[in-house]
């Protein structure tokens, strides 16, 4: 069943909308993905806050014009799976990363970060790139680490006295 000119309008107006706000790209071959394993996918992205679209690769091409995802027009051919991330970059690479596993017919084709075109060989790359509330925990773990030392370096000089007279209350006491 073919689209008209409205729903293709539609569908173009939608994903331009998606990948004008998206961080991350991934498009994807997924034949020979069952319906199951597919709705799988779709839970699985939908947990992870990542949006899945299959639109053909015209409308995606349109879609992408304008966005800083231009440059993932050249590889849009054959039947792909495009995997928008939203609020982590690296989500989307996640989902497609755990799922590939267990599912050899999902196959990365490429992506695009930060205006870049990538291979699939950058997936893992992207994958392992911390969420936002860990990349924070590693700041906040950053500036108390100084503090903490500075803090024990302030509090050594009195403990340290603090042993000495403890050592010499021993001592007289045994003596």
């Known amino acids: 069943m073919s689209l008209t000119l409205e729903q293709k309008q539609t569908v173009v107006a939608e994903v331009n909308g998606i990948a004008s706000r998206a961080q991350a790209v991934i498009a994807a071959e997924y034949a020979g993905l069952s319906v199951a394993q597919m709705t799988d996918l779709r839970t699985r992205a939908r947990n992870a806050g990542v949006y899945l679209k299959v639109v053909k690769n015209t409308l995606a091409r349109r879609a992408m014009s304008g966005t800083s995802f231009e440059c993932l027009q050249p590889k849009l051919s054959g039947p792909l799976l495009l995997v928008f991330a939203q609020d982590d970059p690296g989500a989307g690479a996640r989902v497609v990363r755990d799922f590939a596993k267990d599912n050899q017919k999902l196959i990365p084709i490429a ?12 997936l893992q790359m992207l994958a392992s790139l911390p969420t936002l509330d860990e990349a924070r925990a590693r700041l906040l773990g950053m500036f108390q680490g100084p503090a903490g030392k500075l803090v024990r370096t302030l509090a050594e000089p009195a ?17």
């Open 111 to 122: 992506l695009a970060f930060g205006g870049a075109l990538r291979g699939p060989e950058d």
């Open 159 to 175: 403990a340290l006295l603090v042993r000495v007279l403890a050592a010499r209350r021993d001592q007289q006491q045994a003596a």
